[in-house]
Structure formats: structure tokens, C-alpha cells
């Protein structure tokens, strides 16, 4: 579906058609023209087809400690607070409070989006997730994705994004798998309104993309 790859294609048909046209005034292309355009075909079909067939399952977790989506976590928040403004208004009682325990780091994830192919099959879900220790990933969630030659990831700013803009990640060579977690560059913080995008850098078309939505 993508220019290069249709450009590709009418230059393969060109080429033997200009062949066949060849054979017929000269003998000694007629005694090889089967051997060469057996040849020509079996190597338009390792080029074109043998990279799509590569599955590559891959799992990876970089933060390891539980996840709460945004809302929820902002209302928590404010519970809490609206629990300790009571709480400051009540006298305190004259035994003496239990000691405190230090709550588990979490987690907040700020958006999720469900992964959809473009003219390829995808399914699953993508996730921007910030850890307790400030650093920011982007995490894959029972997914696949068609495999394609070169595929590249990107995250931008903006819906449905389907051209390569925002920031590149480097390969996305992972056609499926259960969690897989992608670090995301220091001062990049997608969330809501920004798209995930794979892209085929070999015949520049997009492969599949997941549009944020606030957690």
C-alpha cells in the first residue's frame, strides 16, 4: 500500500516485460529466459515476502512495581486530604497513635490506548506509565503486531498519527508478547492526545498505531 513498494513492483514488471520483448528476436535469450525469470521471481519473493513471515515474541518489564491509573490516583489524593482536614478539626485522642508504615511505591500510568493496524493486523494495548522513580516507559500489553522488514517506533504528539514525527525509539522488532516495557528518552512525557506509532522504514508506510487517552 505504500509508494515505494508499488513503485517497486511496476519496476519488476517493466523489467520483464522489456525481457520477454528481448527474447523474442534473440535465441540465446529464449534458452535462458526460463532460468532467469524462475531466478528474478524466487528473488522478488525472499525480498518481498521471507522479512513479513520473522515473529519475534518479547517481554520485557522495567518498572516493577504496581500501577494506578491517574484518576485514580488523584482520587485517593484527595480523599486524603479531606480526611486529614476533618481529622485536624477533631481533638486528638490521649493514647498515644500506633506507628505509621510506609506505603509501597506505585506507579501512575497517565494514559492507554488500544493498538490498531494500518492495512496490517494489530491488537493489544500501549500505556504510558511514570515509575516511582520519575522515569517514564512506554508498555506494551497483550499485544501482536504483523511483522514487517525495518519497523520503527515513534511517539508524537497528536491523534492518529500515521507519518514519522515526535521522537524515534529506535527498532520495534517485537511481534508479540505479554508485557513489554520501552524506555522513553529523559524530558519526553506523552499522555493524552499523543499517538504511539510503528512504522515500516523499508517501504515507508505505517504498520500500526495507539491513540492516548487519559488513565
Known amino acids: 500500500m505504500s509508494g515505494r513498494g508499488i513503485a517497486t513492483t511496476a519496476a519488476g514488471i517493466v523489467v520483464v516485460l522489456l525481457f520477454l520483448f528481448a527474447a523474442r528476436f534473440r535465441p540465446a535469450i529464449q534458452r535462458v529466459a526460463p532460468f532467469v525469470l524462475t531466478a528474478g521471481v524466487l528473488g522478488a519473493a525472499i525480498y518481498a515476502e521471507v522479512p513479513f513471515e520473522r515473529t519475534s515474541t518479547q517481554n520485557k518489564t522495567l518498572v516493577a512495581e504496581p500501577v494506578v491509573d491517574a484518576a485514580d490516583m488523584a482520587s485517593t489524593t484527595t480523599a486524603s486530604t479531606l480526611s486529614t482536614a476533618t481529622t485536624s478539626r477533631v481533638p486528638p485522642p490521649a493514647t498515644v497513635p500506633p506507628p505509621t508504615t510506609a506505603l509501597p511505591p506505585t506507579a501512575v500510568r497517565h494514559s492507554i490506548g488500544d493498538l490498531k493496524g494500518i492495512n496490517h493486523s494489530a491488537s493489544g494495548t500501549v500505556s504510558v506509565i511514570e515509575a516511582a522513580s520519575g522515569a517514564w516507559v512506554l508498555r506494551f500489553e497483550n499485544f501482536t503486531v504483523q511483522g514487517v522488514p525495518a519497523p520503527v517506533l515513534y511517539v ?24 513489554l516495557d520501552v ?31 487519559a488513565a
Open 156 to 179: 508524537a504528539e497528536g491523534d492518529d498519527v500515521r507519518d514519522p514525527a515526535g521522537t524515534n525509539l529506535g527498532a520495534f522488532t517485537a511481534t508479540k508478547g505479554t508485557t
Open 183 to 213: 524506555a522513553l528518552p529523559e524530558g519526553v512525557e506523552p499522555g493524552d492526545g499523543w499517538t504511539v506509532l510503528v512504522w515500516c522504514e523499508k517501504f515507508a508506510t505505517p504498520v500500526a498505531n495507539a491513540t492516548q487517552h
